[in-house]
T-cell receptor
Framework: GAGVSQSPRYKVAKRGQDVALRCDPISGHVSLFWYQQALGQGPEFLTYFQNEAQLDKSGLPSDRFFAERPEGSVSTLKIQRTQQEDSAVYLC????????????FGPGTRLTVL | AQSVSQHNHHVILSEAASLELGCNYSYGGTVNLFWYVQYPGQHLQLLLKYFSGDPLVKGIKGFEAEFIKSKFSFNLRKPSVQWSDTAEYFCAVNAENYGQNFVFGPGTRLSVLP
């Protein structure tokens, strides 16, 4: 596709459930980012991949959050034992590489934890 | 740590009014600066970016921004807004030596009255 896609667009989970959010970056983009956007706030960085290598996971809020990009393209953000405070929009972005700073964002997955 | 502040939470203007949205950042080194826009129901889109050179940057849809290094500011301007400019506007900073991720401001909601 022409842009970054994410699925599902909406996810409702009961507290304690595990969820998996998928991101398909723009084809050929080396860098991939995950951000969390709480209601009324700007996006906050979670983690960064260059190809399949996770180079920065300093923004992951707890060890319940895990991200992977095993083949250097599609990425999955997994949240274990979801809590109400995990409710947010999860944004994925990709860029051509570390020397290209423009990030292209997907539509996000809105996660609601009941 | 980096931080980005945006002066206004919600701005309401009439069509044809001039717009200026403030953005300040805390990092003292080399920075790349961005303004993103999020129209209702849509994903984040890049309005304009500053990497180096002329501190007055022109973007899409008649927007421009001025980088003032001494003030750590990157304010967004448009001489005459339209109803279609109603959206959320986010300033973002990518600072050298802080990795590839962006630090976003909290956003400013712009409502343009017809």
């Amino acid at each position: 596709g022409a842009g970054v896609s994410q699925s599902p667009r909406y996810k409702v989970a009961k507290r304690g459930q595990d969820v998996a959010l998928r991101c398909d970056p723009i084809s050929g983009h080396v860098s991939l980012f995950w951000y969390q956007q709480a209601l009324g706030q700007g996006p906050e960085f979670l983690t960064y991949f260059q190809n399949e290598a996770q180079l920065d996971k300093s923004g992951l809020p707890s060890d319940r959050f895990f991200a992977e990009r095993p083949e250097g393209s599609v990425s999955t953000l997994k949240i274990q034992r979801t809590q109400q405070e995990d409710s947010a929009v999860y944004l994925c972005a990709s860029s051509r590489g570390p020397d290209y700073n423009e990030q292209f964002f997907g539509p996000g997955t809105r996660l609601t934890v009941l | 740590a980096q931080s980005v502040s945006q002066h206004n939470h919600h701005v309401i203007l009439s069509e044809a009014a001039s717009l200026e949205l403030g953005c300040n950042y805390s990092y003292g080194g080399t920075v790349n600066l961005f303004w993103y826009v999020q129209y209702p129901g849509q994903h984040l889109q890049l309005l304009l970016k500053y990497f180096s050179g002329d501190p007055l940057v022109k973007g899409i849809k008649g927007f421009e921004a001025e980088f003032i290094k001494s003030k750590f500011s990157f304010n967004l301007r448009k001489p005459s807004v339209q109803w279609s400019d109603t959206a959320e506007y986010f300033c973002a900073v990518n600072a050298e030596n802080y990795g590839q991720n962006f630090v976003f401001g909290p956003g400013t909601r712009l409502s343009v009255l017809p």
